[in-house]
């Protein structure tokens, strides 16, 4: 089945121990990209990545790297995570320009 | 950043009336997008629309898109209860790759 698969589904951490939250996809898309989603926002983009080895910072980065060693693989990673980073993260890839995204099912990352 | 805009915020209707949902941009695109995310979940891909194009069908959705108005809107004709989630619109930047910026959404209630 083609999907995007994020781990873990929910996660409630402390502020400062870092953390890395995991995206896969198993269809070969060039694109791969991270959201943040918060009441009354919308989705923001974090980062996203055009291809292995080639990512670029979205609205809101700060606070969060990335990479793309593999085309499957688009790790998000915190640093040192803080409470302003409580939301809902979505990961999501796609085949490229005038195509559809496929989404996963998101990870609710709770900063206390 | 660019983002699309959708009008109204919040929507309520009954089952079988159509719902009509709009979205407005700042800048050019190369085709905009609709998805639909039931609560909490991850988004789905509705349907795309280039930016050449005028009017797109897909089942009981249609979307238009006036580029010259910097607007799209998506109409759900009779509506289910199944249609209760949250719609947003989203745009690529022809000038940064693959980025999808989204709106903050609409809310559709359909009450049986």
């Known amino acids: 089945e083609a999907q995007v698969t994020q781990n873990p589904r929910y996660l409630i951490t402390v502020t400062g121990k870092k953390l890395t939250v995991t995206c896969s996809q198993n269809m070969n898309h060039e694109y791969m990209s991270w959201y943040r989603q918060d009441p009354g926002l919308g989705l923001r983009q974090i980062y996203y990545s055009m291809n292995v080895e080639v990512t670029d910072k979205g609205d809101v980065p700060e606070g969060y790297k990335v990479s793309r060693k593999e085309k499957r693989n688009f790790p998000l990673i915190l640093e040192s995570p803080s409470p302003n980073q409580t939301s809902l993260y979505f990961c999501a890839s796609g085949p490229g320009t005038n195509y559809g995204y496929t989404f996963g099912s998101g990870t609710r990352l709770t900063v206390v | ?112």
């Open chain 2, 1 to 112: 950043s660019q983002q699309g805009e959708e009008d109204p915020q919040a929507l309520s209707i009954q089952e079988g009336e159509n719902a009509t949902m709009n979205c407005s941009y700042k800048t050019s695109i190369n085709n905009l997008q609709w998805y639909r995310q039931n609560s909490g979940r991850g988004l789905v891909h509705l349907i795309l629309i280039r930016s050449n194009e005028r009017e797109k069908h897909s089942g009981r959705l249609r979307v238009t898109l006036d580029t010259s108005k910097k607007s799209s809107s998506l109409l759900i004709t009779a509506s289910r209860a199944a249609d209760t989630a949250s719609y947003f619109c989203a745009t690529d930047n022809p000038n940064s790759g693959y980025a999808l910026n989204f709106g903050k959404g609409t809310s559709l209630l359909v009450t049986p």
